[in-house]
């Protein structure tokens, strides 16, 4: 059974940086990694993707160039998330997700069959 555990978050002021980490079982290799955010009384939106067997990524525009998505080189269940010149409206309940492939060019809600509990980012003024 696939199972995920994130860790991570927090609070920080605008400008800041935080890491949010998602570990997963019941997968050793080649697996689709996601994160989704959501912020009181809004849908839950997208953020990145990444593949592992290929490295191909996905950025959401509103955090491209400020966001990384990344596998831990020596452990390949580990996927972080580094979250770089945070602004407040990045405030939002971070949930990672897997499954064992991506599918299409923009990460869905429904391709995910695993969901982390989630942890909350909080950026201040």
């Known amino acids: 059974q696939v199972q995920l555990v994130e860790s991570g978050g927090g609070s920080v002021q605008a400008g800041g940086s935080l890491r949010v980490s998602c570990t997963v079982s019941g997968y050793t290799t080649n697996y689709c990694m996601g994160w989704f955010r959501q912020a009181p009384g809004k849908e839950r939106e997208r953020v990145a993707r990444i593949y592992t067997s290929t490295g191909v990524r996905y950025y959401a525009d509103s955090v491209q160039g400020r966001f990384t998505i990344s596998q831990d080189s020596a452990k390949s269940t580990v996927v972080y998330l580094q979250m770089n010149s945070l602004k407040p409206e990045d405030t939002a309940m971070y949930f990672c997700?897997?499954?064992?492939?991506?599918?299409?060019?923009?990460?869905?809600?429904?391709?995910?069959?695993?969901w982390s509990q989630g942890t909350q980012v909080t950026v201040s003024n």
């Open positions: 997700a897997t499954a064992r492939y991506c599918y299409g060019a923009t990460p869905q809600e429904n391709d995910f069959d695993t």
